[in-house]
């Protein structure tokens, strides 16, 4: 194998994002929601329910109350460059984990570009939660022989860091 074949092994990719909205109750306001988020990312978004009852937040096991959408492919780099624009390009080092995955808020969905305010629907915001991952990951996700891999596929910290930057994304110290 040639150098330039090893280091495309080497380079991470992003496996799936994630969009998360917690509403925090349902009916119309997770409804208007969903219809947001529909529009975002063009898929439809998969409704989750209360694990436990919270008495002070009004919340009851089972009662529907945030929308989870997961992007993969096309569709999830297309998103993320939209959501970085929404976060001015920027990313702080503490969001992204020890395994190459990283999280940021988005605090308005109107800061994305290219959407429009609707009064009929008002304003939500997301959590975006990105998981980078390195070719031959599978091997430990896969149901027929599943095994370990090694530390030089995982995605380090600074893979992830270097991967932002190509993206276009500052990484701030905070």
Same mark, same amino acid.
């Given at each position: ?7 495309? @092994? ?12 917690? #509403?925090?109750?349902?009916?119309? /306001? ?13 898929? *439809?978004?998969?409704?989750?329910? &209360?694990? *436990?009852?919270?008495?002070? =937040?009004?919340?009851?096991?089972? $009662? !529907?109350?945030?929308?989870? #959408? ?6 999830? $780099?297309?998103? @993320? ?20 995955? =990283?999280? =940021? ?7 994305? !570009?290219?959407?429009? %305010? ?15 991952? *390195? !070719?031959? %990951? ?6 027929? /022989? ?10 380090? @910290?600074?893979? &992830?860091?270097? =991967? @932002? ?10």
């Amino acid at each position: 194998m040639d150098n330039a074949s090893v280091e495309l @092994l080497k380079r991470p990719r992003i496996e799936k994002v994630v969009v998360n909205c917690a #509403v925090g109750e349902g009916g119309a /306001r997770l409804e208007r929601a969903q219809k947001i988020l529909e529009s975002l990312v063009n898929q *439809k978004p998969e409704v989750r329910k &209360a694990r *436990k009852t919270i008495r002070g =937040f009004g919340i009851h096991k089972g $009662e !529907p109350i945030a929308l989870r #959408v997961t992007l993969r492919k096309e569709a999830a $780099e297309e998103f @993320l460059r939209k959501a970085f624009a929404a976060v001015n390009n920027k990313i702080k080092k503490s969001s992204i984990d020890s395994m190459g995955s =990283f999280s =940021f808020g988005i605090k308005e969905h109107l800061d994305i !570009p290219g959407t429009r %305010y609707n009064p009929e629907l008002g304003i939500i915001g997301m959590d975006v939660t990105v998981h980078l991952v *390195k !070719p031959g %990951y599978r091997v430990s996700k896969r149901a027929y /022989r599943r095994s370990k891999i090694g530390a030089g596929q995982r995605v380090s @910290l600074d893979e &992830a860091v270097d =991967f @932002l930057r190509q993206m276009g994304v500052e990484v701030v110290e905070e």
